[in-house]
């Protein structure tokens, strides 16, 4: 359980991290640039940790399905990112894929 709640980490500093991007303005904004650096290391560390006992496939797929929708979530509301009615679709469609992969498929560890 606690390789979920790494994974749960990675991808929560993997959305800070790719949300304080545009904020960095090409790294020349200091605070922003160390959210990026400092998050994605810690994203990558704590997915490394996953891997211990998660497939590679499950947890990558679980790690970059959810951080699209939170990213463009984020962006929605701090960046004022427009999301129209296919965009919630598509979210929708990555949510279901990762359910389908950690629900249903023999491929996820139950």
């Not at 009615?85 to 992969?101: P, Q, Y």
Request: glycine share 10%; aromatic share 10%.
């Amino acid at each position: 359980m606690k390789n979920w709640l790494f994974l749960g980490i990675a991808i929560v500093c993997e959305v800070i991290a790719t949300s304080s991007l545009k904020s960095s303005e090409g790294f020349s904004k200091l605070l922003p640039s160390l959210l990026v650096v400092t998050g994605y290391a810690a994203a990558f560390y704590f997915l490394s940790l996953t891997l211990k006992s998660i497939p590679v496939g499950i947890a990558y797929a679980v790690w970059s399905g959810l951080g699209i929708v939170l990213v463009s979530l984020v962006a929605w509301l701090w960046h004022g990112q427009k999301i129209d009615h296919w965009g919630l679709v598509g979210m929708a469609l990555i949510i279901s894929g990762v359910l389908v992969l950690n629900l249903l498929s023999k491929t996820s560890p139950h």
